[in-house]
């Protein structure tokens, strides 16, 4: 028996070249208003441009275009329920909100789709659509850099040391550390800005894929959605989903980042480092192990870095072996697409609220950087800045390290005069940078730690943030 429907075909929005109707099979296999439903406010936005539109092209009366606009406005409004889509069982967002416009006005509704194909649609909604999320997603990370810069404020001369490998390598302040966070952040900004441009171009007059048969200002429509123009070449729209991709590289860029400095802020929080301390707000504990106070919230954005590159890479490989122009595989761009931007969004705004429930423990960070020697390459510099050849230098205080370690010695146990009977290169002077701040201020060249080149970056980063703020 065929599982083909009695329903007739001509409910849907191409029913006339069928026999009959779809198999339920196929309907629930090829919907997709399961999960385009959060396109409805941008379809919605869109078919309102394009009821005035088809009235200013003479294809709707302005009594036709006033009942369609009156309809759009209600689904608008009804779609705040909800409870607005039980029971729909439209093949996709824009079929359901011609239902919903037949529904409401009747005759005139016949008439919205001319000239448009939902290939132009789908680009459209999905541009209106991220490029409100992208938004949010640029508020969301300049919250975070403000609060990155708040904590590096609440510490100005505060040293912590600084790492490669893991291991304490050479002293930082505290602000370096988080504005090298802030330049990170900062470049991710223009990532989002570089995806919103990519998708900000009117695709409407470009048909299914060889343009509008009607005299449409595409330019007029793009004004009126706050493009920035219109895209250019309708074959290229049906099948283009670079906007996307775009976003989606930045996003996992950014859940990249965020992953790196959430694993940073696991280590320093954790009881081996020591050093920086996490709220309660955003710890959670052990349901066994009374003591534990654990960086959950952290844990989550480095797990959550993993399904966002999921999405982009979900989606390069649905695209890449695409033959010109639409294929309905381009209807798989949606769940990656919003899934990345949900854990992208809920990331930062996580991450903001961890910094700003996270502290320095200044003594704890003073204490690792006094015990250990990253006081050894300043001491070096400071020889080779008096004519011994760095090499040289390098071997000297080297043996100075690998003497104090053998007689458990940290920096300040020597005295100037210890030092010169140590090696006649040293000078009384050099024992100053015994004490990492001093060797710090040897380092002020623009974007080095010392304290001027800092305060200079830390301020310089309020004015730069200030052009990414809305
Ligand atoms: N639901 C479809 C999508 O998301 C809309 C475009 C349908 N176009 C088509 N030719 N079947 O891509």
Redesign the pocket.
Same mark, same amino acid.
């Given at each position: 028996m065929s599982d083909r429907e009695e329903k007739p075909a001509s409910m849907k929005l191409w029913g006339g070249r069928f026999a009959s109707g779809p198999s339920e099979v196929f309907e629930r296999f090829s919907g *997709?208003l399961s999960f %385009?439903r959060r396109l409805l406010e941008a379809d919605v936005r869109g078919s309102m441009t394009y009821a005035r539109e088809l009235h200013r092209a003479g294809i709707l009366s302005a009594e036709e275009r006033d009942r369609l606009l009156a309809a759009l406005e209600e689904i608008r409004r009804e779609a705040a329920a909800p409870d607005y889509f039980d029971g729909a069982d439209d093949? %996709?967002i824009?079929t359901f909100v011609i239902r919903k416009i037949k529904e409401k006005a009747g005759e005139a509704a016949g008439k919205i789709h001319t000239g448009r *194909?939902?290939?132009e649609?789908?680009s459209l909604d999905t541009r209106l659509w991220l490029r409100d999320e992208i938004d949010r997603g640029l508020e969301l990370l300049v919250g975070l850099e403000e609060a990155l810069l708040a904590l590096a404020r609440r510490h100005r001369e505060a040293v912590i040391p600084g790492y490669t490998h893991l291991r304490r390598a050479q002293a930082v302040l505290w602000p370096h550390y988080l504005l090298a966070w802030f330049e990170i952040f900062l470049r991710d900004a223009e990532r989002l800005r570089f995806a919103r441009r990519q998708g900000n171009r009117l695709p409407l007059g470009s048909g299914?894929l060889a343009g509008s048969a009607f005299p449409f200002d595409r330019e007029a429509m793009a004004r009126e959605l706050g493009f920035e123009g219109i895209t250019r070449n309708s074959m290229d729209v049906a099948g283009d989903r670079d906007f996307v991709l775009d976003y989606l590289f930045a996003a996992a860029m950014i859940m990249l980042h965020l992953s790196r400095l959430a694993e940073d802020w696991i280590l320093y929080s954790s009881e081996e480092f020591g050093w920086l301390e996490l709220g309660d707000e955003v710890t959670s504990g052990s349901s066994l192990m009374p003591q534990k106070k654990n960086p959950d919230a952290l844990e989550l954005i480095r797990g959550k870095a993993g399904r966002v590159w999921g999405s982009l890479s979900s989606l390069y490989v649905t695209v890449k072996g695409l033959p010109m122009t639409?294929n309905?595989d381009?209807?798989e761009?949606?769940v990656p697409l919003f899934e990345a931007a949900d854990e992208l969004n809920g990331s930062l705004e996580m991450m903001r609220v961890v910094v700003e429930s996270a502290d320095l423990r200044e003594e704890v960070a003073a204490r690792a950087v006094e015990e250990s020697w990253v006081v050894a390459t300043d001491l070096a510099e400071a020889l080779a800045r008096r004519g011994v050849p760095f090499h040289r230098a390098h071997q000297i205080v080297g043996r100075l390290v690998l003497e104090s370690v053998r007689a458990g010695k940290k920096p300040k146990d020597w005295t100037p005069e210890a030092l010169a009977a140590f090696a006649p290169e040293f000078t009384p002077e050099m024992a100053d940078l015994l004490d990492p701040a001093a060797g710090m201020r040897t380092r002020e060249v623009p974007g080095a730690t010392g304290p001027r080149a800092v305060a200079a970056a830390l301020e310089a980063a309020e004015e730069r943030l200030r052009e990414f703020k809305p």
């Amino acid at each position: 028996m065929s599982d083909r429907e009695e329903k007739p075909a001509s409910m849907k929005l191409w029913g006339g070249r069928f026999a009959s109707g779809p198999s339920e099979v196929f309907e629930r296999f090829s919907g *997709s208003l399961s999960f %385009d439903r959060r396109l409805l406010e941008a379809d919605v936005r869109g078919s309102m441009t394009y009821a005035r539109e088809l009235h200013r092209a003479g294809i709707l009366s302005a009594e036709e275009r006033d009942r369609l606009l009156a309809a759009l406005e209600e689904i608008r409004r009804e779609a705040a329920a909800p409870d607005y889509f039980d029971g729909a069982d439209d093949e %996709d967002i824009h079929t359901f909100v011609i239902r919903k416009i037949k529904e409401k006005a009747g005759e005139a509704a016949g008439k919205i789709h001319t000239g448009r *194909s939902r290939n132009e649609q789908v680009s459209l909604d999905t541009r209106l659509w991220l490029r409100d999320e992208i938004d949010r997603g640029l508020e969301l990370l300049v919250g975070l850099e403000e609060a990155l810069l708040a904590l590096a404020r609440r510490h100005r001369e505060a040293v912590i040391p600084g790492y490669t490998h893991l291991r304490r390598a050479q002293a930082v302040l505290w602000p370096h550390y988080l504005l090298a966070w802030f330049e990170i952040f900062l470049r991710d900004a223009e990532r989002l800005r570089f995806a919103r441009r990519q998708g900000n171009r009117l695709p409407l007059g470009s048909g299914a894929l060889a343009g509008s048969a009607f005299p449409f200002d595409r330019e007029a429509m793009a004004r009126e959605l706050g493009f920035e123009g219109i895209t250019r070449n309708s074959m290229d729209v049906a099948g283009d989903r670079d906007f996307v991709l775009d976003y989606l590289f930045a996003a996992a860029m950014i859940m990249l980042h965020l992953s790196r400095l959430a694993e940073d802020w696991i280590l320093y929080s954790s009881e081996e480092f020591g050093w920086l301390e996490l709220g309660d707000e955003v710890t959670s504990g052990s349901s066994l192990m009374p003591q534990k106070k654990n960086p959950d919230a952290l844990e989550l954005i480095r797990g959550k870095a993993g399904r966002v590159w999921g999405s982009l890479s979900s989606l390069y490989v649905t695209v890449k072996g695409l033959p010109m122009t639409y294929n309905r595989d381009l209807q798989e761009d949606k769940v990656p697409l919003f899934e990345a931007a949900d854990e992208l969004n809920g990331s930062l705004e996580m991450m903001r609220v961890v910094v700003e429930s996270a502290d320095l423990r200044e003594e704890v960070a003073a204490r690792a950087v006094e015990e250990s020697w990253v006081v050894a390459t300043d001491l070096a510099e400071a020889l080779a800045r008096r004519g011994v050849p760095f090499h040289r230098a390098h071997q000297i205080v080297g043996r100075l390290v690998l003497e104090s370690v053998r007689a458990g010695k940290k920096p300040k146990d020597w005295t100037p005069e210890a030092l010169a009977a140590f090696a006649p290169e040293f000078t009384p002077e050099m024992a100053d940078l015994l004490d990492p701040a001093a060797g710090m201020r040897t380092r002020e060249v623009p974007g080095a730690t010392g304290p001027r080149a800092v305060a200079a970056a830390l301020e310089a980063a309020e004015e730069r943030l200030r052009e990414f703020k809305p």
